[in-house]
């Protein structure tokens, strides 16, 4: 019996998965290799850009611009420029770092958790998805960075070097394991995003019609020539850093979570904390992969890719995870009450009932009531709505961590000590000037550089399925 | 278009003999096909990755597993050996009176060193041992392997293999149906 035929079985999964009664396919019919290379490819080796994308991408530079004056103020005066102040010493810069920092995880599941699990919808996802993580870590890493004021006299207390004062970093602090954490987290994104780049950079190369695009995508490709040794060692590669990505992403938002846990602040110190960042994490991650997927398929024409079985999935998925995170916020109710500790019970009738309640009814009616819409097929098949849902969520987990951050801190033990907390202008700004940036490398993104894995989308098209041979 | 200019003998240094298939199917019988063949030397081009090519062409397991093994234990230590000496040794701080040596708050960074220390060598690695990055590689002298990366399959018999010979390999290749054979100029 030859190799070809003991394959056959294994991609019943394949091309045909949609033949499931149902259940939309993974590719729409019809497709082939070459379909699949002109469709990514043309989206970026063309002359002509549409003019949606100078729009959008005018915006989004506006904001970014808005980021650098924020930036500019926040060096030359301070971060007195800043809302936070004593008791709440933390305030926008913690909550949209681990607000930008979960996003990212949904890009690194799809791609390597989901990988691991053999999701074949995972395909057409997952080159935007972990652009998408890098970009969120890079708005993330603004927040701890830019809220030391002066970052460049920080990096002795954040980075083990050999310094000429002999200081080294208090490995015992959770915000020194965060920053091992982010970075690593980063690192790896970025090997992995850019090893799965490379067949795609060969691709490009070999279809470019200009001599600078041959030459850029040729230096990008690294020389890629698709031999089957370097085939071999590739997918082992991609499996491996699939592998250790899986249990690093875990890690990440549980050590942001530590953040908190590791204090004995009440609303903080809690044991659910690293599960519930984890699937608060990527729930809104996929959230926003689906805020950029609804988009992107509708103006590249790329519903044949991101076909309604990934809509479904991804709704799916927000909404299992939708649900762990409303079981983190009863959880945290329970062990308010349980606890019988006045400080712990104070904290949770604060919440529902203090200044700031209006925003925990809000993230509640979000996060646990109007997730409960993904049941619905109606709902699921619905991208509109869909999209704004998926807004809606993103809103959610930002006030979330907000009333975790600012209602835990506003009135602690100390009644003397309680104050109330407001954002400054500079505060939205900041904020808003990382969604400019968030969004302005997206737009470059997925101008120059295929949004969709090629070679990967390759394998799914019905010609990828290897033939039994009839003869003896 | 199947035309065979293996007859040119002034033609210039040959890295091997290059067939072209339309099918991936096509390119792993081929590639069986030439190992039955006692062709060792050899390797195939896919715009995809092949799993049955690696048996096809009687490849060994990659060593890459190994490395990152190694590269992950040599992360973890240094990461946990970096805690140790900065922590008791080079700038002992008293926190909350716990020991210098705490070891359950240095576990985080070990853990995140590991991944990091697999994570580069699993990536470095695999570049390295493909030897890429590579500018020039003769398989590129082939005007049709622009497919390569695209829609087509290519097997490429090597010169340095003891069993080739001009004409009998590429009358070999030629017996495997491809849709045309090609010298691949060194």
């Not at chain 2, 397991?61 to 992950?72: A, D, E, N, S």
């Amino acid at each position: 019996m030859s190799v070809v035929q003991e394959r056959e079985y294994d991609y019943v999964e394949g091309a045909a998965a949609g033949a499931v009664r149902g259940v939309p396919p993974v590719i729409a019919p019809g497709h082939t290799f070459e379909t699949v290379n002109d469709k990514i490819s043309g989206v970026i080796l063309t002359k002509r850009t549409p003019i949606g994308w100078f729009l959008g991408f005018a915006i989004a530079f506006a904001f970014l611009m808005l980021l650098n004056l924020t930036i500019g103020k926040l060096l030359m005066e301070g971060i007195g420029i800043w809302g936070n102040n004593v008791p709440v010493g933390w305030a926008f810069d913690i909550i949209n770092f681990v607000w930008w920092i979960g996003i990212g995880h949904a890009g690194t599941l799809i791609s390597a958790i989901l990988l691991l699990f053999r999701q074949q919808w995972r395909t057409s996802i997952n080159r935007f998805a972990e652009a998408m993580t890098l970009f969120a870590v890079a708005c993330a890493a603004m927040f701890p960075l830019l809220h030391t004021g002066r970052p460049w006299l920080a990096a002795y207390w954040l980075f083990p070097y050999p310094n000429t004062m002999g200081l080294w970093p208090q490995f015992r602090s959770p915000l020194i394991w965060d920053v091992f954490a982010v970075s690593t987290y980063g690192t790896v994104s970025a090997l992995f995003w850019f090893t799965g780049l490379v067949p795609d950079m060969a691709t490009l190369r070999d279809r470019a019609q200009s001599k600078a695009g041959r030459i850029i995508f040729g230096m990008l490709s690294l020389g890629w020539r698709g031999s089957a040794r370097h085939w071999q060692r590739y997918e082992m590669a991609y499996l491996l850093l699939a592998g250790i990505s899986t249990p690093l992403v875990l890690s990440v938002h549980t050590i942001v979570s530590f953040d908190f846990a590791v204090s004995v602040l009440p609303g903080w110190h809690a044991t659910i904390f690293p599960p519930y960042f984890v699937a608060g994490a990527i729930y809104s991650g996929f959230a926003m992969v689906l805020t950029l997927a609804v988009p992107l398929r509708k103006f590249y024409g790329l519903e044949d890719f991101i076909t309604m079985r990934h809509i479904h999935n991804m709704t799916k998925v927000m909404l299992v995870t939708g649900m762990i995170v409303a079981y983190g916020y009863a959880n945290e109710a329970f062990f308010a009450w349980y606890s019988a500790n006045p400080y712990e019970g104070y904290m949770m009738l604060n919440r529902m009932t203090g200044p700031y309640a209006p925003f925990y009814w809000s993230l509640i009616a979000i996060n646990a009531a109007m997730i409960q819409l993904f049941w619905f097929r109606k709902v699921r098949n619905n991208i509109p709505l869909l999209f704004v849902l998926s807004l809606l969520v993103n809103v959610g987990m930002w006030l979330e961590r907000f009333i975790i951050i600012v209602t835990s801190l506003h009135r602690d033990f100390l009644p003397s000590s309680w104050d109330m907390y407001a954002p400054t202008r500079w505060d939205f700004a900041m904020f808003a000037g990382t969604i400019g940036l968030f969004l302005s490398l997206f737009f470059l993104f997925i101008r120059f550089l295929p949004a969709l894995a090629m070679f990967e989308m390759r394998t799914i098209v019905p010609e990828a399925k290897l033939q039994p041979e009839h003869h003896g | 278009m199947a035309d065979v200019m293996a007859h040119t003998d002034s033609s210039p240094a040959l890295h091997g003999l290059m067939a072209e298939f339309e099918t991936p199917t096509a390119l792993v019988s081929a590639a069986e096909r030439a190992r039955l063949a006692g062709y060792r030397h050899m390797d195939a081009y896919s715009p995809i990755p092949i799993e049955e090519l690696n048996e096809a062409l009687g490849l060994r397991r990659t060593r890459l597993p190994m490395l990152v093994l190694l590269g992950g234990i040599v992360g973890g230590m240094s990461g946990y050996a970096l805690e140790y000496w900065s922590q008791t040794m080079a700038y002992p701080l008293n926190i909350g009176g716990r020991p210098f040596h705490s070891w359950p708050h240095f576990i985080p960074v070990t853990f995140e060193t590991t991944v990091l220390g697999a994570a580069l060598s699993a990536f470095v690695g695999m570049w390295a041992l493909n030897k890429l990055p590579m500018p020039y590689h003769p398989v590129f002298n082939v005007p049709a392997f622009v497919r390569a990366s695209r829609d087509r399959f290519f097997l490429c018999i090597e010169t340095t293999d003891p069993r080739f010979d001009r004409h009998a390999t590429a009358q070999f290749l030629q017996s495997l149906h491809p849709v045309g054979v090609t010298e691949v100029a060194q």
